[in-house]
């Protein structure tokens, strides 16, 4: 019972964080939402869990909490990735105006300064 | 406005660490095309000093972007300055400045918006047999992701007319501009040609040129930011 409060708590925060997370990737919030309500229904009902474990082929159903989770934790992974290539595609915009602005300009080509 | 000489033709040089090579390149170009600017990639080894002591304008970027990021700043600058076509040129010596008209030529003719310099069209002597098949790979990747087919989509010398290049954006900061800057030109609709250039390798440049694990980092840069769309 733990467990499954703990599993349930986790999820529902992750299913949050699908929705009020700055929207990266339209592809990652609902990746993270579907895995998240597949979680809390096979948690809450674990009977439907074993049934659908058997399905797919798993042995136990409970991995497929497991696996829900690997997902959504490879899905906050590629968020972090997005994060990143915007925080870079600021710095690349901040440098390149850096660098436009000061010139290293040779000399006798029309510019009448040499900057930095 | 025109450039100083009357030419609107803009070579772009962007450059990391070229401080041993990066002087005779650009004394090789400025006397074809005096019109160019280098790139300084937040050099260790004062290329930015050297471009400069040659006689290159020299744009310093603080910080390490890569090459992507390099050529966006110098397209930038040389449309600000009038450029009606601009060519890029890497700084390590392995494209030859006469193949610039070649492209120039190709222009003409075809009347397309963008010129892709391509090795296996011209000559490659000395090119290794794995960096052979990764750039094959590159195609085969480029014609997946943008729809277009290239016999070398990985080339450094390329040429734009100014309708282009007004158009492109370069986003990606890394080596995967080169597929990014091809998929682009397809979405807007701009013309796409090829041009037989020669590729000289040398033991630096090779030192200097792309590697297999690069092929791996522009697939991921290029799925992040399809992700992020």
């Known amino acids: ?44 009902l674990p009977k439907h869990a074993a049934i659908l474990g058997e399905a797919l082929g798993v042995d136990c159903g409970a991995d497929l909490v497991l ?34 602005r000061a010139p290293q300009r040779r000399a006798g080509n029309g510019d009448d300064w040499k900057g930095a | 406005m025109a450039g100083a000489s009357g030419s609107t033709t803009w070579v772009i040089i962007p450059a990391f660490n070229e401080a041993a090579v990066v002087a005779e390149v650009i004394g090789r170009v400025r006397e074809a095309y005096p019109n160019l600017v280098v790139v300084d990639d937040g050099s260790t080894d004062c290329t930015d000093a050297v471009a400069h002591a040659a006689g290159a304008t020299v744009l310093r970027h603080e910080v390490n972007l890569g090459q992507g990021a390099a050529l966006e700043t110098g397209i930038r600058y040389a449309l600000g300055r009038g450029a009606q076509r ?32 391509c090795r296996f069209l011209g000559a490659c002597p000395g090119l290794p047999f794995c960096r052979r098949w990764v750039l ?94």
């Open chain 1, 67 to 100: 696996y829900c989770w690997i997902l959504i934790v490879l899905v906050l992974l590629m968020n972090v990735g997005l994060k990143i290539l915007g925080l870079e595609t600021a710095i690349a915009t901040l440098t390149r105006e850096l660098a436009l």
């Open chain 2, 136 to 229: 094959r790979l590159a195609v085969l990747f480029t014609w997946l992701t943008a729809g277009v087919k290239l016999s070398d989509a990985h080339n450094g010398l390329r040429l734009f007319t100014r309708r282009a290049a007004e158009r492109i954006r370069i986003r990606q900061c890394g080596m995967a501009h080169a597929s990014e800057l091809v998929g682009q030109a397809h979405d807007h609709g701009l013309t796409i040609a090829e041009a037989p250039v020669t590729i000289l390798y040398t033991a630096y440049s090779l030192g200097k040129g792309q590697r297999l694990g690069n092929a791996f980092r522009i697939v991921a840069d290029l799925l992040l930011a399809r992700l992020a769309r």
């Open chain 1, 1 to 44: 019972m733990i467990i499954q409060a703990l599993h349930i708590f986790g999820l529902l925060g992750a299913l949050a964080y699908a929705f009020v997370q700055p929207r990266r990737s339209r592809l990652a919030s609902r990746i993270i939402m579907w895995a998240a309500v597949l979680g809390i229904y096979l948690v809450v």
């Open chain 2, 86 to 117: 601009v060519v890029t040129f890497d700084a390590d010596g392995q494209h030859r400045v006469e193949d610039i008209a070649v492209l120039e030529r190709r222009q003409r003719e075809s009347g397309a918006d963008v010129i892709i310099g």
